[in-house]
């Protein structure tokens, strides 16, 4: 039995399913929300939690069970994708290369947009070689906006730079 719950974010809703054996899909701004189940199991509580504080800046990497759907090579980008670390980047050539197949860039791509668990698997994190954002599901506005969410995250927790430099020799 599939159950939903849909969650507010910065991002406009969020559509959270799972079934029992973890979270199967998030959907970002659904064009159509089925009800919520009745009594959300413990996962999509724990899901929304997790989101609500990855959104405060608060929560680098989800601690969820997962059960997406797909082929074993979405499966292996999907996994490497989870290790990708919060606020930064790797290109879909490197991605390639850490599943095996330095030559499947294209093939991350696919994998990357049929990617049923963004934020969760970041797969906002994959960009073109050339350093642009390259295309998101979502749009990329919201690749955008977790990008930068990420970003300034990452430099609010940096400890402030001293200069060393006395202005003496």
Known sequence: MIRHLTVTSPLGPILLSADGLGLTSIRIRPADLPEDSAAPDDGLVET???????????LGTFRL?????????????WRELEKIPYGTTLSYGEVA?????????RAVGGANGRN??????????????DGSLGGYTGGVDIKKFLLALEAEAVLSRAPARSSSRSGRK
Request: charged share 15%; with cysteine; net charge positive.
């Open 48 to 58: 929304a939690r997790q989101l609500a504080a990855y959104f405060r800046g608060e």
């Open 65 to 77: 069970k997962l059960h997406p759907a797909g082929t074993p090579f979405q499966q292996a980008v």
């Open 97 to 105: 290369a850490r599943v095996g197949n330095p030559a499947a860039a």
């Open 116 to 129: 049923p668990l963004p934020i969760v698997v970041p797969c906002h994190r994959v960009i073109a070689g």
